[in-house]
């Protein structure tokens, strides 16, 4: 299959390297900032008003992709959970010496809770390792999207952007 | 299947409920909600059989346009299920066929 | 024979119906608003996903709540809202045949602006017509309206943003989407929304087709076929997977029946779903006084219903001179950068072009008839 997101939904690594919503590797190390894999122009920039830093610039041009300013970004999490498409995470690989935190925005029930052990999942919706969840932040300014922040080694921080959804509850059918 | 819980409609909360005939087989359904939707949420999927092959129609379009989930509701035929509100009592009937004519409407319909 | 009278008619009370008649009303018309179903709002309250666009657009909200705030400006409006209420012919001296309250009526408007909207299309194959296959419209009204499942295990077939939306969705009232299914050998939609399919592990097959689906009283198990380049199935490439409901995702097209009805005139667009209206740039037909917004005047999305159902409520307004040519201009340049900054990038740009082609041919329209007097 060839790669790029139009034909698997996964942004290539070339996509991601041109992205100019990755913060850098030496960012990423300092603490908690926004990576916003938008890839592709679609008229869209809630992210862009959701930054109380302006940390994130779209423009007049509503197509152009959201330009992160790695400086100005305080790992807040707002844009987590306002990106239409979910295509925003935090990235924290400051967490400890081994370990980094991903928060993800995450719509399903049930949800899971603070300290719980779980499939922490690629890009792709493959398991990538066991991860523990350090929070669950559901706020009315999110508008019904859940962020799940869990902690996974280090290696996997790029990898690493969701979890699997549990298995539904009897009483959450 | 009812579909109680959910992550960004929040929980199904005081809905009342009436009953509806599939047949002589009472089906519980929330008041105001589409014949279809109570149907299908019992499970019951064939709504009507076509005239000459007799084989089996529901759902289609659920917006009143494609007539494929036509039945019998309270000896009326022809009734779109998927925009007809459910009203306790009443009698739906799979419409086998085409519809016989001439029947006189009992209650209101469609 | 009971007759209805109005300074300006709506007849759909979706998107664009809705912002037609709001923005009518507050320019002072007297308007009525019909719709035939029991509940206002077309089909935005199936839409529970946050909406893209820019703030001005409304983004970041959720469809639903989006419909909750239109409903509320417009019954604030005092517009007159007519429900369960079917507009079943039109004239050609523009007089409409109403049912309303199990009444014949006959209504009368000086404009008129239809905004009926759109049907999903239909593709057949082997076992197509089984109970358990329907339109992915259809499926997100029974999850998200009436909180039924239409099933547990979900074939979506075609991979443009309403069969990626519809996916996701089902994935969130709890189903399980066993496959999303597209002809082309890529994703049609949104990167963005098939990224969250793949996260949560739905497989894509780019490049098949649904050969057949199999069972008695309903859908058991769904064969899918891969195509090669001329799009036909590779004997032999089939497999077959357990599932109770195929949904298809394979376009719309407009609702126009009563605009051909009037006598308006006619393009073949098919990048805009088929059949659509001329209009002008005031949303205005080729019959006089008769507007069209939203997806019956070419499928588009609710966003850019909105903004044409705006347009028509200005146009019409103006028309009967409850603006002043300025103000409707400014009102009308406004509402159109909007509608562009929709049309653009790498999903809007060929509807933009397919509007241009529709506008032209209205142009061409309007300048034969002005020949023939």
């Known amino acids: 299959m060839p790669e790029g997101v139009v034909y698997t939904g996964i942004p290539s690594r070339e996509e991601l390297a041109a992205c100019p919503g990755i913060p850098t590797e030496a960012r990423m190390a300092r603490g908690r900032v926004a990576v916003i894999e938008c890839v592709q122009e679609i008229p869209c920039n809630p992210c862009e008003s959701a930054c109380r830093f302006g940390a994130i610039e779209i423009g007049e041009q509503l197509t152009a992709l959201p330009r992160l300013d790695g400086e100005k970004c305080t790992g807040c999490g707002l844009c987590v959970a306002l990106c239409p498409g979910l295509a925003i995470t935090i990235v924290d690989k400051s967490f400890s010496a081994t370990e980094s935190t991903v928060d993800f925005p995450f719509e399903y029930l049930p949800l899971p809770g603070e300290g719980d052990t779980v499939d922490a999942c690629s890009r792709a919706g493959e398991t990538v390792c066991p991860a523990r969840v350090v929070a669950v932040k559901k706020s009315p300014a999110y508008a019904g999207t859940a962020v799940v922040s869990i902690r996974v080694p280090t290696a996997f921080a790029d990898e690493v952007r969701t979890m699997r959804r549990l298995p539904r509850r009897e009483e959450d059918i | 299947m009812r579909v109680l819980h959910h992550p960004v409609l929040g929980d199904l909360t005081g809905q009342k409920t009436v009953t509806i005939y599939y047949g002589e087989e009472p089906v519980e359904a929330f008041e105001g909600e589409p014949v279809a939707a109570a149907l299908l949420n019992a499970g019951i999927r064939v709504f009507r059989k076509t005239a000459k092959r007799r084989e089996p129609r529901s759902v289609f379009c659920a917006i009143g346009r494609c007539t494929d989930c036509m039945m019998i509701v309270d000896g009326i035929p022809n009734t779109r299920t998927c925009v007809t509100a459910v009203r306790d009592g009443m009698r739906v009937q799979l419409q086998d066929g085409l519809a016989p004519v001439g029947i006189a409407p009992e209650a209101g319909g469609r | ?373």
């Not at chain 3, 709506?10 to 923005?23: R, T």
């Not at chain 3, 394979?250 to 990048?271: H, K, R, S």
């Not at chain 3, 209009?279 to 019959?287: S, Y």
């Open chain 3, 1 to 373: 024979m009971r007759k209805i009278t109005a300074e300006i008619a709506v007849v759909g009370a979706g998107p664009a119906g809705l912002c037609a008649a709001l923005e009518a009303r507050l320019a002072g018309a007297d308007v009525v608003l019909i719709d035939e179903n029991r509940l206002p709002g077309g089909q935005l309250f199936k839409q529970i996903h946050k909406f893209f666009g820019s703030k001005e657009h409304r983004a970041g909200v959720r469809g639903f709540a989006i419909g909750q705030e239109l409903l509320a400006q417009v019954s604030d409006s005092g517009a007159r809202v007519l429900l369960d209420s079917l507009v079943y012919g039109i004239q050609p001296d523009k007089s409409m045949g109403l049912l309303t309250a199990g009444e014949n009526c006959l209504l009368l408007a000086e404009k008129i602006i239809i905004a009926s909207g759109a049907k999903e299309n239909y593709t057949p194959f082997p076992g197509s017509t089984l109970p358990g296959v329907m339109g992915a419209g259809a499926a997100q009204t029974m999850i998200n309206v009436n909180r039924v499942l239409p099933g547990a295990r979900v074939v979506m077939v075609g991979s443009g943003n309403v069969g990626l939306i519809v996916s996701y969705q089902l994935l969130q009232a709890g189903a399980e989407v066993v496959a999303v299914v597209e002809g082309a050998p890529r994703i049609g939609g949104y990167g963005v929304h098939a990224g969250k399919l793949r996260r949560a592990g739905v497989p894509f097959y780019l490049g098949h087709t649904i050969s057949r689906a199999y069972g008695d009283d309903g859908v058991r198990h769904v064969e899918i076929a891969r195509l090669d380049e001329r799009w036909n199935p590779v004997p032999g490439s089939e497999f077959t997977l357990d599932a109770d409901t195929i949904c298809l995702a394979v376009g719309l097209n407009p609702m126009t029946e009563l605009v051909w009805m009037a006598g308006c005139q006619f393009d073949y667009i098919p990048a805009l779903g088929g059949h659509v209206p001329l209009h002008d740039r005031n949303m205005e037909t080729t019959v006089r006084g008769l507007y069209v917004a939203g997806d019956v005047t070419g499928v588009e999305e609710a966003s850019s219903a909105m903004e044409e159902g705006k347009l028509a409520g200005v146009a019409a307004a103006e028309a009967l001179g409850y603006l002043d040519a300025r103000a409707a201009k400014e009102k009308k340049a406004e509402i159109e950068a909007r509608l562009n900054r929709l049309r653009s990038g790498l999903f809007g740009e060929k509807r933009r072009e397919a509007k241009e082609t529709q506008l032209a041919a209205m142009q061409r329209a309007r300048e034969s008839e002005k020949e023939v007097v």
